[in-house]
Nanobody, 124 residues
Framework: QVQLVESGGGLVQAGGSLRLSCAAS????????MGWFRQAPGKERELLAA????????YYADSVTGRFTISRDNAKNTVTLQMNSLKPEDTAVYYC?????????????????WGQGTQVTVSS
């Protein structure tokens, strides 16, 4: 069992930056692949970035490539999403998720645990 708690969301102006953190509790965090998702009102949940168990491999959606960076610290049981050059269309609830898989996971249904989300609002 893994519990995930996101933090770091808030209101930021377009062009600004935010750093989201996801704190994990439970067993063997280092063995889980992790991902960051977002969901805007009326839209499907979207995978933004994913990272394998060691942090050595990552995946980014086209919409965030070059602007967002995912990283993890297995010693601290945390995964972060650094978001730069934010746009109003980045406004959404952001979720972290964990998968039993050790590799990079890009399929939403393969994530096994989810946090409750943190709101990010980007004003124009």
């Amino acid at each position: 069992q893994v519990q995930l708690v996101e933090s770091g969301g808030g209101l930021v102006q377009a062009g600004g930056s935010l750093r989201l953190s996801c704190a994990a509790s439970g067993r063997a965090f280092f063995s889980y692949a992790m991902g960051w998702f977002r969901q805007a009102p009326g839209k499907e949940r979207e995978l933004l970035a994913a990272i394998n168990w060691s942090g050595g491999n990552t995946y980014y959606a086209d919409s965030v490539t070059g602007r967002f960076t995912i990283s993890r610290d297995n010693a601290k049981n945390t995964v972060t999403l650094q978001m730069n050059s934010l746009k109003p269309e980045d406004t959404a609830v952001y979720y972290c998720a964990a998968s039993f898989s050790r590799g990079v996971v890009t399929i939403t249904s393969e994530y096994d645990y989810w946090g409750q989300g943190t709101q990010v609002t980007v004003s124009s």
